[in-house]
């Protein structure tokens, strides 16, 4: 089976297929029921580096403050955008610090970006991992705003507060790539999974010293059971190489 790209929301549909650009192939749908959310988790009690993207004012994707003036999201989430802004630092999407993005870098070999903001804001950046922070089946943590039914359109059930699911680790090597071929993190479903919304959010895992650290930006899900995350540790030097982190 083939991985859905988990998508940003855009005039009420959820861009897993739709927004596949000219140049991709859209993925086919999975067979069987589909969940398109973070399905079961739980809402998240503390995200004080969460920034929820809107592409021309509506709902796109989840992403992380990692400076002062720089988004870490997922390409396909910027990819034929119009305006970008984001609500940074709050557990509610409807609240914190507004920011508007001024330029966009997309990576060369993965479904990354960085989006530069029109000022700095002021939180708490989300700490990046280094390689082997991520290891086979370790539990780490996925956040997003996804949407949260599967009754109705997703675009009508994004989560207003952000939401946490634990997933367990099942390859980092290359077995494993994001929707643009890059090296990612696989996981299977714990007690909740990615989906619609949720692209460009963060996976988070413990590293040597015991603490949290991003290793993973949501890419691709069937939204059952497994998600890729574009494996942020990875690709340091391109990040640091833009925003100096």
Not at 11 to 25: I, K
Not at 170 to 184: E, F, I, L, M, P
Request: aromatic share 4%; proline share 5%; with cysteine.
């Amino acid at each position: 089976m083939r991985l859905l790209r988990i998508g940003a929301v855009v005039a009420g549909v959820a861009l897993t297929v739709l927004g596949a650009s000219p140049a991709m192939a859209a993925p086919e749908q999975p067979s069987g029921p589909v969940g398109p959310r973070i399905i079961d988790g739980d809402l998240a009690k503390s995200g004080p580096w969460a920034a929820r993207q809107f592409n021309d004012g509506r709902e796109a994707c989840s992403s992380t403050i990692i400076a002062p003036k720089w988004i870490l999201t997922a390409q396909h989430c910027v990819d034929g955008a119009g305006e970008l802004t984001f609500h940074i630092g709050n557990l509610d999407q409807t609240q914190g610090e507004k920011a508007t993005g001024v330029k966009v870098h997309e990576s060369p070999d993965a479904d990354l970006a960085l989006v530069e903001l029109d000022h700095e804001v002021q939180a708490t950046y989300s700490p990046l991992g280094n390689p082997g922070d991520a290891e086979v089946g370790e539990t780490v943590q996925l956040y997003g705003w996804g949407a949260t039914c599967t009754d109705k359109p997703e675009i009508e059930c994004q989560s207003q507060h952000l939401k946490v699911a634990n997933t367990e680790v099942t390859a980092v090597d290359g077995s494993c790539q994001d929707y643009r071929g890059g090296k990612a993190v696989c996981v299977k479903r714990g007690d909740g999974i990615a989906a619609g919304g949720d692209s460009g959010g963060p996976m988070f895992a413990k590293n040597a010293d015991g603490k949290d650290v991003q290793v993973g930006v949501a890419s691709t899900s069937d939204r059952q059971t497994r998600s890729t995350y574009g494996n942020i540790t990875q690709y340091r030097d391109w990040v640091k190489s833009i925003a100096g982190v």
